[in-house]
């Protein structure tokens, strides 16, 4: 009996224990990510923060972190008290770094970088297509993010939306960050080759004396070119270049360029560096009565060597104007269907000299090989990932 007592007891006094507040986090916090064509600061304003506060906060960060090579899906957090203040803003550009932009007590921002301990691993691939580039990366248990690497190193050779074959082969050695165990983010690929019927080619990672960074075949030649062998990554070409039968106008006419078919917002890259010359409505194909013909929204840039590309039927612009400098890749606009157009494509023109040619047949040009004096280098370099790419499956920690 006296035991039970005693068990009342306890639970009597525990029970009527003041019990510790809850703490509560007087902060808001509102998160997000970058979507396509979109600025940090400009995502950050659909986050209702204010415009002062925005670019002031930008600003900051833009001192350990170059905003220009942000990327769709580039998330944030920002962390605000009740009366709208930033207190801090972090960047999440990848699994590895944090940028941080925070609030000190005399209301001024200073930055920190937070970095996850990695260790960096060198492994080896290799694939066959038979569906696709993507699957079949997928099929090796690794992720798109390696495929779409591996693509842009073959880009100006092969159209990967068109060409690969069944039965075509890839080999690579890359580079893998881990956490312990666990897998953090793909490095670069060293070393890769691929083969397909008559095309059998070894893209050499070099890394000049000047720190520029490209990838080279085994005698220095460059495999970036001056074009891009397609501007944007399209379903089917819907119409090649030459005469055909245009289906508004029902008339036979000279179509002096490549149409591409694409999802409506696929983003248009500048095929090559250059400066933009036109951004605007501009006419070009055949007209109809009553009907607002031409190529719609329109970019045309000026390459060197007396050359220009025209990018037609927009569905809108990106962030470059009229004498702006844009580099290979940069995102000048987004497919539509504006002008003299029966759905979503990109027209796309090569002129040269100011006539047209096919982009499907231009005699694409190399970019700038291994400097001379380096050679030597670069061959001690090349000779020892042929190696590794040719060796079995390896995990090298670095």
């Given amino acids: 009996m006296k035991y039970i007592i005693w068990l009342l007891a306890l639970f009597f006094l525990f ?16 998160t997000g990510s970058l979507k396509q064509g979109e600025t940090l600061a400009e995502a950050l304003k659909q986050k209702d923060i204010k415009n002062t506060d925005v670019y002031k906060i930008v600003n900051k960060l833009d001192e350990i972190y170059n905003l220009r090579r942000s990327h769709p899906g580039d998330s944030f957090k920002v962390k605000l008290d009740s009366l709208d203040v930033i207190h801090e803003l972090a960047y999440f550009p990848d699994k590895i770094n944090t940028y941080r932009v925070i609030r000190d007590t005399a209301n001024l921002y200073f930055t920190k ?20 580039l993507y699957q079949a990366m997928i099929d090796q248990d690794e992720g798109p993010s390696l495929a779409m690497a591996l693509s842009e190193i073959f880009q100006w050779d092969i159209d990967f939306n068109i060409d690969p074959q069944k039965g075509d082969k890839f080999h690579l050695v890359y580079e893998q960050f881990m956490n312990e165990d666990k897998f953090v983010k793909y490095g670069e690929i060293l070393v890769a080759q691929y083969i397909s019927g008559k095309y059998n080619k070894i893209a050499y990672r070099y890394e ?12 220095g030649e460059s495999f970036q070119k001056a074009f891009l062998k397609s501007p944007l990554n399209y379903k089917r070409i819907s119409s090649y270049f030459g005469k055909r039968f245009h289906p508004i106008t029902k008339k036979v006419w000279m179509h002096n360029g490549v149409d591409y078919a694409a999802a409506y917002g696929t983003p ?6 250059g400066t933009i010359i036109h951004r605007g409505w501009k006419g070009g194909h055949p007209t109809v009565k009553g009907r607002k013909g031409g190529y719609g929204k329109t970019i045309i840039i000026r390459h060197a060597n007396s050359y220009k590309t025209l990018y037609g039927h927009l569905s809108k612009y990106g962030k470059f104007k009229v004498g702006d400098r844009v580099e290979q890749h940069d995102i000048i606009g987004y497919v539509g269907s504006t002008g003299l157009s029966t759905g979503n494509h990109l027209h796309y023109t090569i002129y040269h000299h100011g006539t047209a040619i096919n982009p499907l047949k231009l005699k694409n040009v190399s970019g700038p090989p291994v400097p001379k004096d380096e050679m ?17 499956d390896s995990f090298t920690e670095m």
Wanted: with cysteine; proline share 6%; net charge neutral.
């Fill in 15 to 30: 029970s009527c224990a003041k019990k510790e507040p809850e703490e509560i986090d007087p902060f808001i916090y509102r």
């Fill in 113 to 132: 970088i937070d970095t996850l301990p990695v260790n960096k691993v060198i492994k080896k691939c290799d694939g066959v297509i038979i569906s696709s």
């Fill in 208 to 219: 000049s004396n000047k720190g520029t960074t490209k990838y080279y075949n085994e005698n």
């Fill in 268 to 273: 248009v890259e500048s095929s090559a560096d």
């Fill in 376 to 392: 030597e280098k670069f061959k001690i370099v090349a000779d020892s990932l042929k190696t590794l790419l040719f060796s079995p």
